[in-house]
């Protein structure tokens, strides 16, 4: 419509002036760390990391030093002051949310220039980084709703002669740990419900996602957020996740990441001072075709193929990565899979975002993409038949940019790696089952228990193996990011807690009980 094609148009018009600015000739933009709403520099002798545009290497999209322990002590000092000075916790619910509410406005004003940053430092296309921005001001929104109606109780049914009063009292500092996948999205699914709670933050984004981060805290400064409140500090994960992790004086982690440094996470906040923690964790998701699908329907749905680990070329925890389909219309199915992949487009130039939804980028940053051709060749070497794909994509007749051609292999089984482990890539493996029963025993076994995806006609039944799946979020007949109403989490060694919802923003706050 004329208001989407408007919005595109200043999504372009930012990212032109945000890339002419800083590679048309002057020097990248240096990030600095964010504490008591101010832009910080890390401590001399930091070593300064060079975030390269995904799509070609060529360009450094900005710099940022590494910050030190002690930096990271100045945040976290700085949160637990505002916590403790109650700035923000003892504030009225209303007058947070007033506050709140002006960062959500200021970043949908700030919309195209954030979304123009996120295509630049992630090669993700633009439509979908377009589409991400406003996902934060939805958890931000849904959660103060939630935080006016989050109340205690009183009880002298039990006793009349004592009355009880059950009080939510908002956890403390919390320290944010997040992904450079979905860096707005999931920085809003922990931020937001903290902030509404009345707790303060120290957050570490990723170092491959700092531009848009910074963006996004100097939207809660301008919005007149109190000092203290938002923290960011960035650098590598040991020393800065590490440290928010084992801190004394945070009180609660929320980590996304994969299942080996969330062991970490939960290690260090145990040895310390036994912090809350909620950890969402690596995903190996299955992807159901019931006997009853409609083949060319589920294989046309862009939904699907984007399920099929070809969003954001793969790099989401929660795609259904292993396909499995009823071995009557497997040959049929995997053909015009196959031909669907071939298809699909791999836009060397992702700020273009030609044939949305059909289309997809790069692969974020160099280890990525070296993780992602690794896990290729053990396919090919463990047996399995390369179907499509298998190779990097050449951009401009140079092998700069990291594109990986959209892959699928067919006759994998159990003991193959791809089938194993998180490849976090365009690679989808396909295997074939025999009766429902099979199809569950399958999908559920691996160490994971994320999501699942399952497509098939008679919705009763995909229900009723809905119910089977060990899986914390299953969608059937779509696929898609989590609502902020939804809670999203995993079984197994996919996490603990959930965000989003009301248990979501639950996760935030101590149970107190005063009986007199």
């Not at 979908?128 to 103060?144: K, R």
């Not at 002669?161 to 939510?168: G, R, V």
């Not at 329907?297 to 984007?306: E, H, K, R, S, Y």
């Not at 569950?440 to 809905?466: K, P, S, Y």
Request: aromatic share 10%; net charge neutral.
């Amino acid at each position: 419509n004329a208001e989407y094609m408007g919005y595109q148009r200043r999504v372009f018009f930012f990212f032109f002036f945000f890339w002419s600015t800083f590679f048309g000739g002057m020097s990248a933009p240096r990030i600095l760390n964010f504490i008591n709403n101010q832009d910080v520099a890390p401590a001399a002798g930091a070593v300064t990391f060079q975030h390269r545009n995904p799509a070609n290497q060529s360009e450094v999209v900005y710099e940022l030093g590494f910050s030190s322990l002690a930096d990271v002590d100045a945040a976290i000092a700085a949160a637990r002051t505002a916590f403790d000075a109650g700035v923000w916790s003892n504030m009225a619910t209303k007058d947070r949310n007033a506050i709140l509410s002006r960062a959500c406005n200021l970043i949908r004003e700030r919309a195209p220039a954030i979304a123009a940053a996120l295509c630049a430092e992630t090669g993700r296309v633009m439509p979908l980084c377009g589409l991400e921005v406003p996902q934060i001001t939805e958890s931000l929104e849904y959660n103060m709703a939630l935080a006016l109606t989050t109340n205690g109780e009183c009880n002298t049914t039990w006793n009349p002669a004592q009355t009880t009063l059950i009080l939510n009292e908002p956890v403390g500092v919390v320290g944010c740990i997040i992904p450079w996948n979905y860096p707005i999205m999931l920085l809003g699914q922990k931020i937001a419900p903290a902030l509404c709670a009345g707790c303060t933050v120290v957050a570490k984004p990723s170092e491959f996602t700092a531009s848009t981060a910074i963006m996004i805290a100097h939207c809660f400064r301008d919005a007149g957020l109190p000092a203290g409140v938002l923290n960011m500090v960035f650098g590598g994960g040991p020393e800065v996740g590490g440290r928010i992790s084992s801190s004394m004086h945070i009180d609660m982690v929320s980590f996304t990441g994969s299942t080996a440094t969330a062991k970490l996470v939960m290690q260090s906040a145990a040895q310390s001072n036994m912090k809350k923690v909620a950890l969402e964790a690596g995903g190996k998701s299955a992807n159901i075709i019931m006997p009853d699908a409609n083949i060319d329907a589920v294989v046309g749905n862009p939904f699907f193929l984007l399920s099929c680990a070809l969003l954001h070329s793969g790099q989401v925890c929660a795609v259904g990565s292993r396909l499995f389909v009823h071995e009557s219309i497997k040959d049929e199915f995997f053909a015009k899979l196959t031909q669907a992949f071939r298809n699909f487009h791999v836009l060397t130039h992702p700020a273009s975002g030609e044939g949305f939804p059909f289309c997809t980028g790069a692969i974020t940053f160099r280890g990525q993409f070296d993780k992602i051709m690794e896990l290729i060749e053990s396919g090919k070497s463990q047996g399995a038949t390369l179907a499509c794909g298998g190779e990097r994509l050449v951009a401009d007749g140079k092998d700069q940019g990291l594109f990986v051609a959209p892959t699928i292999f067919t006759n994998v089984t159990p003991e193959m790696r791809i089938y194993k482990e998180e490849i976090f890539g365009p690679v989808m493996c396909c295997s074939s089952y025999k009766d429902i029963d099979e199809a569950v025993r399958l999908a559920n076994a691996t160490e994971f228990g994320l999501a699942a995806m399952i497509w098939g006609t008679d919705v009763g039944q995909a229900l009723n193996v809905a119910k089977r799946l060990q899986a914390g979020f299953v969608a059937i007949n779509g696929f898609g990011a989590p609502g902020p109403h939804q809670p999203f989490g995993g079984y197994k060694q996919s996490g603990l807690g959930r965000e989003n919802g009301r248990v979501g923003f639950m996760e935030y706050f101590e149970t107190k009980t005063i009986s007199f």
